[in-house]
T-cell receptor, first 113, second 105 residues
Framework: EAGVAQSPRYKIIEKRQSVAFWCNPISGHATLYWYQQILGQGPKLLIQFQNNGVVDDSQLPKDRFSAERLKGVDSTLKIQPAKLEDSAVYLC???????????FGQGTRLTVV | GIQVEQSPPDLILQEGANSTLRCNFS?????LQWFHQNPWGQLINLFY???GTKQNGRLSATTVATERYSLLYISSSQTTDSGVYFCAVEWFMRFGAGTRLTVKP
């Protein structure tokens, strides 16, 4: 069974530029999560989808971050414009229905210079 | 919201030693997972354990939901066990700050 796929693996951008990350969850998984992990900290939930609806986006900085999950499968997370403090690893995870075991992708390491 | 605390924050062991990592949470939970984040940043599932005890080789975990804690046991540690161990609770996956384990040869 294929795992959670994320791309790109690495991205370097200048501040004020925009960037997008892509996630393909495990087939059949209804729940999809995006996390931000700053070096030395635990992952912080940015947004949680159930199918293509948002369950929780309370920690998503909505002035610059946006996310969508069209057709309840793939998802994209966008940052526009990026700030230096957005440098982090962005992790995507999925689970069968939100109350079961979740699995993570390898993450995208973003560096904003 | 629910708070998750992990201890100790750092742990250094000699290869072959045993260790216990702890995860405390501030409210009752229906979902708890343990992960190992390897040096390349990948989060590896160890246990899905909302209650009870599970074992997988040298690793085992126990969650006592009524007392709001979970323990991860690592026996006969190996250098490949090094990394950060996280617990995450509930279906919104609130993470603790992690325990950084270093196993020396």
């Amino acid at each position: 069974e294929a795992g959670v796929a994320q791309s790109p693996r690495y991205k370097i951008i200048e501040k004020r530029q925009s960037v997008a990350f892509w996630c393909n969850p495990i087939s059949g998984h209804a729940t999809l999560y995006w996390y931000q992990q700053i070096l030395g900290q635990g992952p912080k939930l940015l947004i949680q989808f159930q199918n293509n609806g948002v369950v929780d986006d309370s920690q998503l900085p909505k002035d610059r971050f946006s996310a969508e999950r069209l057709k309840g499968v793939d998802s994209t997370l966008k940052i526009q414009p990026a700030k230096l403090e957005d440098s982090a690893v962005y992790l995507c995870a999925s689970s069968l229905q939100g109350r079961t075991e979740a699995f993570f992708g390898q993450g995208t390491r973003l560096t904003v210079v | 919201g629910i708070q998750v605390e992990q201890s100790p924050p750092d742990l250094i062991l000699q290869e072959g030693a045993n260790s216990t990592l702890r995860c405390n949470f501030s409210d009752s939970v229906n979902n708890l997972q343990w992960f190992h984040q390897n040096p390349w940043g990948q989060l590896i599932n160890l246990f899905y354990i909302p209650s009870g005890t599970k074992q997988n080789g040298r690793l085992s975990a126990t969650t006592v939901a009524t007392e709001r804690y979970s323990l991860l046991y690592i026996s006969s540690s190996q250098t490949t066990d090094s990394g950060v161990y996280f617990c995450a609770v509930e279906w919104f996956m609130r993470f603790g700050a992690g325990t950084r384990l270093t196993v020396k040869p």
